[in-house]
Structures are given as structure tokens and as C-alpha cells.
């Protein structure tokens, strides 16, 4: 099974903030990453699909980049509603596996 | 809209079966894959089980540790996906979505709770 490792588990940041969170995949994932916001209580909501396609309707601050293992999520300026946990999926191979999530919280 | 609203979670004894409805709307169902994920109380997503569509047989993908205990099915005349879950065991406790179509689109999930 493919192992992601995300990073920070935690990250606390101001309104404003550009902020990173990473997940690195044990083996060549093929750029078939996607992100993901949770809020309380709520399902997961996909931020961006294979590495760096935007879903429709989220806000153009939210970015992906990378390749290989290594991929990345960028929030540019950070919104008071962008304060949540953040997964990442890699969907190469099954298992689909996770990271293991980010909690942006407010500094 | 698509919408996807699972049913069926509850409290179980460890051992016992319980079974998992979605019922979606609002998309072709019939060529969609669809897929079972569930979310530990610790927040911990796993990937639990894929339908493949007629075309490829409704072939069936599981992680190992649910292989042999649960069964994912579906009835594209009811647009559903079911869950039938058999032997559970504690570490089953969790919140389980159905998902599909990149996945972009999640139910609002159903608790299930295995204890004595």
C-alpha cells in the first residue's frame, strides 16, 4: 500500500497568512493527489484534483503543485473560513490511502 | 444537485452485521464507481471498498482490513450502494461515507458504533 506522510499535523497561522501544507507518497503517485477541506461536522469537500486542477467554485487562493512523491497545497492569502483540516488522497492504486490530515488553526 | 444520503449506522455488539444504504441523486448513477470511505473518531480517513459499473462487471476493490467481512453492492434500478458489514469489530467504529466521481462528491456520512 502506498504510505502518504502529511505535513505540519498542525499548523497555526493569521488572517492573511500564506501558508503550505505537504504530503509526500511512499512510492511515484503520478500526480493522482487530491486535496481536501473538513470542516466540523461536515463531510470532506475536494479543494483540487490531480495535483493542480482547482473544483469548481473554490476560491482561486487555494493552488496544488508537484509530481513524483511530492505534492503540495498553497493557500495564498488566508480567509477566517479557511480555518478547518486539510487531507490529501492519493488515487493512483488501491488502496486509495490519506494523509493522516493538517489542522489550520487560528494563531 | 447531486446528492448522496447514507443510512443504516446505529450501535452494534462486536460480531454482529449491519448494513449501509446510499442513496444518491442528481448524476448517471449507472456508469458511476462508487466507493465506501469511513473516518475514525480520531479523524483518521481510510478508503474501505469500490463498485465498478456494468460495462466493468461491478467489480469490487477492498482494503485488507475489511476483506472477507464486508460487501459492497449495488442496485443501479435504486440508484444505491449498500455496505453489508459482517464480523464487526471495534476498530470498525466510525463514521462512513459513500463517495464518488473523483471523489468529489461525499454524503454527509453515517455513524456506526461497535461496542458491548
Known amino acids: 500500500d502506498i504510505q502518504m506522510t502529511q505535513s505540519p499535523s498542525f499548523l497555526s497561522a493569521s488572517v492573511g497568512d500564506r501558508v503550505t501544507i505537504n504530503c509526500k507518497a511512499s512510492q511515484n503517485i503520478n500526480k493522482y493527489l487530491n486535496w481536501y477541506q473538513q470542516k466540523l461536522g461536515e463531510a470532506p469537500k475536494r479543494l483540487i484534483y490531480n495535483t493542480n486542477n482547482l473544483q469548481t467554485g473554490i476560491p482561486s487562493r487555494f493552488s496544488g503543485s508537484g509530481s513524483g512523491t511530492d505534492y503540495t497545497l498553497t493557500i495564498s492569502s488566508l480567509q477566517p473560513e479557511d480555518f478547518a483540516t486539510y487531507f490529501c488522497l492519493q488515487h493512483n492504486s488501491f488502496p486509495w490511502t490519506f494523509g493522516g490530515g493538517t489542522k489550520l488553526e487560528l494563531k | 444537485e447531486v446528492q448522496l444520503v447514507e443510512t443504516g449506522g446505529g450501535l452494534v455488539q462486536p460480531g454482529k452485521s449491519l448494513k449501509l444504504t446510499c442513496a444518491t441523486s442528481?448524476?448517471?448513477?449507472?456508469?458511476?464507481?462508487m466507493h465506501w470511505v469511513r473516518q475514525s473518531p480520531e479523524k483518521r480517513l481510510e478508503w474501505i471498498a469500490r463498485?465498478?459499473?456494468?460495462?466493468?462487471?461491478?467489480?469490487?476493490d477492498y482494503v485488507e482490513s475489511v476483506k472477507g467481512r464486508f460487501t459492497i453492492s449495488r442496485d443501479d434500478s435504486k440508484s444505491s450502494v449498500y455496505l453489508q458489514m459482517n464480523s464487526l469489530k471495534e476498530e470498525d467504529t466510525a463514521t462512513y461515507y459513500c463517495?464518488?466521481?473523483?471523489?468529489?462528491?461525499w454524503g454527509q456520512g453515517t455513524l456506526v458504533t461497535v461496542s458491548s
Open positions: 442528481g448524476f448517471t448513477f449507472s456508469t458511476a464507481w
Open positions: 463517495t464518488t466521481v473523483g471523489p468529489a462528491y
Open positions: 463498485i465498478k459499473d456494468k460495462s466493468n462487471n461491478y467489480a469490487t
